[in-house]
């Protein structure tokens, strides 16, 4: 148990539709960061959170939109969804410092249909 | 542009003998490197990670990594394979200064044959 959560586990929904993720980084760490893992892209960083402020952004649609909260936790709504969208999504969370390891949660797999 | 390669989508290895998982990668300065292993319905699990110093890194399950600059590569290693290291491996690089990005590699299913 890696310390960080993610809710819900599995998510099913519709072409068109919103939905939100939710992560809980572990005790003391102030980065939270989001990925998508897919069957042909492999792992593909999302954006990164530090302390309540945006600090690195990877391949994120502009559809996707993240935020972190004074208590840390994180969460990352997805709009307009598209068939392509459907992944496992995780969260990581580290201390803070560029040499940190990061853990990760036990993702939120998504299915659009 | 930042990059990491891992050249083999998937490696075979029998019980018992040594493996190798290859990464080289393509980024200014000198990264953190980092090993990640994900098992099957799992979030991925910190292996080790390159900061400076020595060469030869160990981490967890008896895995080790060697940093060779010269040649820009961070090949994960074990001189015994269990089968429960059966598992998909990620090479990782993250630039010291400047962009803050954490660039993963595609992956490497390692199989470990009994």
């Known amino acids: 148990d890696s310390g960080v959560t993610q809710t819900p586990k599995h998510l099913i929904t519709a072409t068109g539709q919103r939905v939100t993720l939710r992560c809980s980084p572990r005790s003391g760490d102030l980065s939270v960061y989001w990925y998508q893992q897919s069957l042909d892209q492999g792992l593909q960083f999302l954006i990164q959170?530090?302390?309540?402020?945006?600090?690195a952004k990877g391949n994120i649609l502009e559809r996707f939109s993240a935020q972190q909260f004074p208590d840390l936790h994180s969460e990352l709504n997805l709009s307009s969804l598209e068939l392509g969208d459907s992944a496992l999504y995780f969260c990581a969370s580290s201390v803070g410092v560029r040499g940190d390891p990061q853990y990760f949660g036990p993702g939120t797999r998504l299915l659009v249909l | 542009a930042q990059s990491v390669a891992q050249p083999e989508d998937q490696v075979n290895v029998a019980e018992g003998n040594p493996l190798t998982v290859k990464c080289t990668y393509s980024?200014?300065?000198?990264?953190?490197l980092f090993w990640y292993v994900q098992y099957p319905n799992r979030g991925l699990q910190f292996l080790l990670k390159y900061i400076t110093g020595d060469n030869l890194v160990k981490g967890s399950y008896g895995f080790e990594a060697e940093f060779n600059k010269s040649q820009t590569s961070f090949h994960l290693k074990k001189p015994s394979a269990l089968v429960s290291d059966s598992a998909l491996y990620f090479c990782?690089?993250?630039?010291?200064?400047?962009?803050?990005?954490?660039?993963f590699g595609k992956g490497t299913r390692l199989h470990i044959l009994p």
């Open positions: 990782a690089v993250r630039d010291r200064v400047g962009d803050d990005k954490i660039i």
């Open positions: 980024v200014s300065g000198n990264p953190y």
């Open positions: 959170y530090y302390n309540g402020e945006e600090r």
